[in-house]
């Protein structure tokens, strides 16, 4: 199951990058698939979901040597990263994803490593709480946001919440994921 869930999450991340951010010339798989590192680590990246325990580690191998010839392909440090994690080497995710989060400040990147240092049993209550400031610094009311107050331990993720609800700018539904508390939130996202 974690693997199917890992391969539609890579996958869905990779297809993310590339349309948001996409390049003037053409990234057909088909066309760029020899040439392109971004390609050549999506591939990679598939092919590690279904890979074992020993494929798996010359995969990442493979990739981590795709990274470090192309160090300012963000995509890339984001397949590895997420890879990483997958592989639930979550010291080298939390490494990689402050160097993505160091060349795209993204704050997901910054709330996924908070999470990370926490599953580790380093909980970083002032990591959190830059998540929250910068969201309301561009007064972002979103997932991160909502997540980053669940774990900073404060009332105001209580009062959001209602707020929320009573505004029907969410479902009561949607905070069910938070009943499961932050440890076993923690242990269902990163297992």
Do not use: W
């Not at 010339?25 to 325990?53: C, G, H, I, R």
């Not at 798996?56 to 990263?81: C, F, G, H, Q, V």
């Not at 991160?144 to 669940?150: K, Q, R, S």
Request: charged residues 30%.
């Amino acid at each position: 199951m974690k693997k199917i869930l890992l391969s539609f999450a890579v996958i869905a991340i990779f297809f993310m990058c590339n349309y948001t951010y996409s390049y003037p010339e053409q990234t057909s798989f088909k066309s760029n698939a020899a040439t392109s590192p971004t390609a050549q680590v999506a591939s990679l990246v598939e092919k590690l979901v279904m890979a074992d325990t020993k494929q798996s580690k010359k995969i990442l191998a493979e990739i981590d040597s795709i990274r470090r010839e192309n160090p300012e392909n963000t995509d890339i440090l984001l397949m590895y990263a997420n890879s990483l994690i997958g592989e639930k080497q979550y010291k080298q995710g939390i490494n990689s994803l402050r160097a993505l989060y160091e060349k795209k400040p993204i704050r997901t990147y910054l709330l996924t490593q908070c999470m990370l240092k926490e599953r580790l049993g380093n909980k970083d209550k002032s990591c959190y709480d830059e998540v929250v400031h910068l969201s309301e610094q561009k007064d972002l009311i979103d997932s991160d946001y909502i997540t980053a107050l669940f774990f900073s331990d404060t009332d105001k993720f209580k009062s959001v919440k209602k707020q929320l609800i009573k505004k029907k700018e969410v479902k009561k539904s949607d905070f069910l994921i938070y009943t499961l508390g932050q440890k076993e939130m923690l242990h269902e996202l990163f297992p």
